[in-house]
């Protein structure tokens, strides 16, 4: 369906794209032309976003809390007591701003805000303490910044859904409990998602759906493994 | 300037007072109504060497030893201490005469006293002015870089006097089993821990976290204030504080141990020298070792109460302390 009135920038828009397609040399089919007008978002659109976010837990590895042993007691360290520690699953906020560089193209930044717990199961103790899990909740911040890659020719409900690719690196702050310690670190992302925009006008709003995996080093875990965090989020969007 | 001698004659030595609200176990003495930790003022310290060996350790090696003994400690990046050799002496390793002297000293009356650390200390100030270590003849000693099979080695006892020398008392940072003729060591992760390792062995030539974050915690220097943290709070039993229970902050990302006990009647404690980042606390009693190595003997010492641990993680702040941890136990 092509809509009857184009503006003239997006007709430049147009254009441009019949020239790309034609040095392509690709055909399309006719039904990609829903997105070629001045609905599709395009560039200078600016995209606002907000909503909730889940993140998955990690492991924190083990440690054992041991002594020296002294000869002729044993073999190897005296182990006072095991502990055991992980990431628990968490949710959050997540507000992003994005620019569309083309049509297919965008980038943004975000800002995402949860609550992990941190807990530490402890057992094993050598003078019989009962097993326990200490537990502490952290306050993660993540400032990141993305590159999605929105593909218009596979968009569906009349134009209205449109999936997409992400890749980006972040910012890691965590904040221990009382925020009295504050520990940083970075990430690396990449996911997938689907923006379904209601109506086609210049100002609309829409939901935005995504998930994807975070590599990330540092912040409350010290260690210098990467850890591989899956993530989800739902927004609400609005375009202008 | 009054002056008070004090001869402490265990493995080690028994403390004069605990100091309250030390975040380690130091060795205090009354100033008036106050207890002050004892500390030297004057630094470096100058000590002399017995010119005298002793069964397969000559003076000289005696001077090597305990210089390196010394050296450990010293190389303790959050603390300010120094000492100096001053030269080889006649004189024996006795109290009251104003110079501190280390060397060897036959006592088989005390026959499970590998060596012992006295003081003179200024009771107007707190300020130590004179301390001995004299190591017992009674027991075989060795200086081998690998240690000696049925020797005690010099270095590790060395290192513990010493340490006593600065000030620390003892740590509680270990286990034992009772056998006959006393206890043993099954391990431990203290120099300063009040019984030795087994003859032959030289496991006690390295510092420990317990131990180093004592000496920082009397000598302190800017690194120290800068970059450790302190965790304070009580211990409670029934609602009542819980008097001379050990504290262990275990920090899960390093996996170092360092111990501090509840000092006052009300149960407060403070473990201080802590590297930030979070911490699991448990409490346990006082139950691995003569309680009179810890505490003066007329303290009621409360260790009918079951080892345990803290339900949350106790974050330590660069440069601050975590306060208002109450740590509840519960008698056996």
């Known amino acids: 369906m092509i809509r009857p009135t184009i503006t003239t920038r997006a007709a430049r828009l147009l254009g441009t794209f019949c020239i790309v397609a034609g040095a392509a040399a690709v055909p399309r089919p006719a039904a990609a032309q ?10 200078g659109n600016i995209e606002i976003s907000g909503g909730a976010v889940w ?11 041991e002594e020296t042993r002294n000869t002729g007691t044993g073999t190897g360290p005296f182990v006072l007591f095991d502990t055991s520690s992980k990431t628990d699953p968490s949710v959050g906020l997540q507000g992003r701003l994005g620019v569309y560089a083309t049509k297919s193209v965008s ?7 949860a609550w992990p717990s941190v807990s ?24 990141d910044g993305s590159v999605l890659f929105h593909f218009t020719g596979a968009s569906f ?18 904040a221990h409990e009382k925020n009295e310690v504050i520990e940083t670190g970075h990430e690396f992302h990449i996911g997938g998602g689907l923006h379904y925009w209601f109506g086609q006008g210049k100002h609309r709003f829409g939901i935005r759906a995504d998930g994807g995996i975070s590599w990330r080093q540092g912040g409350a875990d010290s260690a210098e493994t990467t850890r591989t965090v899956p993530m989800a989020a739902g927004s609400i969007a609005y375009l202008f | 300037m009054k002056r008070r001698a004090a001869v402490l004659i265990t493995l080690s030595l028994v403390a004069f007072y605990t100091v309250p609200a030390g975040a380690y176990l130091k060795l205090g003495t009354k100033v008036g109504a106050r207890t002050v930790t004892l500390a030297w003022t004057q630094l470096p310290i100058r000590y002399f060497i017995t010119d005298r060996g002793t069964t397969g350790v000559t003076s000289t090696q005696l001077q090597q030893t305990v210089q390196s003994a010394f050296s450990t400690w010293q190389a303790v990046s959050t603390a300010q201490i120094s000492s100096q050799f001053v030269g080889l002496t006649l004189t024996g390793p006795s109290s009251g005469d104003g110079v501190t002297v280390i060397g060897f000293q036959n006592r088989p009356d005390l026959e499970r006293t590998l060596g012992a650390t006295s003081f003179m200390v200024d009771s107007t100030t707190g ?39 600065f000030g620390l008392a003892h740590s509680a940072m270990g286990e034992t089993e009772l056998r006959a003729g006393g206890r043993r060591v099954i391990a431990a992760e203290a120099v300063m821990f009040p019984i030795a390792f087994s003859a032959g ?29 302190s965790i304070s709070g009580k211990v409670t039993k029934s609602g009542q504080g819980v008097l001379g229970a050990h504290v262990i902050a275990f920090d899960v990302r390093t996996q170092k141990l360092v111990g501090g006990f509840s000092l006052s009647d009300d149960g407060s404690f403070v473990i201080a020298g802590l590297e930030p980042g979070p911490h699991i606390l448990r409490v346990e009693p006082l139950d691995d070792g003569d309680i009179e190595s810890f505490f003066d003997a007329t303290l009621n010492i409360d260790v009918n109460f ?27």
């Open chain 1, 34 to 43: 829903v997105y070629i007008g001045r609905d599709i978002p395009h560039r």
């Open chain 1, 55 to 65: 993140l998955g837990g990690y492991d924190l590895g083990s440690a054992a809390a």
């Open chain 1, 107 to 113: 980038v943004e930044g975000g800002v995402l805000v």
């Open chain 1, 120 to 143: 530490t199961r402890l057992t094993g103790d050598a003078e019989s303490a009962s097993d326990l899990t200490a537990t502490e909740t952290l306050t993660r911040v993540i400032v």
């Open chain 1, 157 to 174: 409900g009349g134009g209205r859904g449109v999936p997409f690719i992400l890749g980006g690196a972040g910012y890691l702050r965590d």
């Open chain 2, 127 to 165: 300020a130590i002015v004179e301390a001995d270590i004299f190591f017992n003849t009674a027991f075989p000693w060795s200086v081998s870089a690998q240690g000696d099979t049925g020797l005690f080695d010099l270095q590790s006892i060395a290192l513990h006097e010493i340490g006593h020398l």
């Open chain 2, 201 to 229: 062995t030289i496991l006690g030539r390295t510092l420990k976290a317990d131990d180093i974050a004592g000496i920082g915690d009397i000598y302190s220097n800017s690194t120290y204030s800068r970059n450790t943290g």
């Open chain 2, 306 to 332: 079951r080892a345990q641990f803290y339900d949350k993680i106790v974050v330590v702040p660069k440069g601050g302390g975590t306060s208002g941890v109450e740590l509840k136990v519960v008698a056996k």
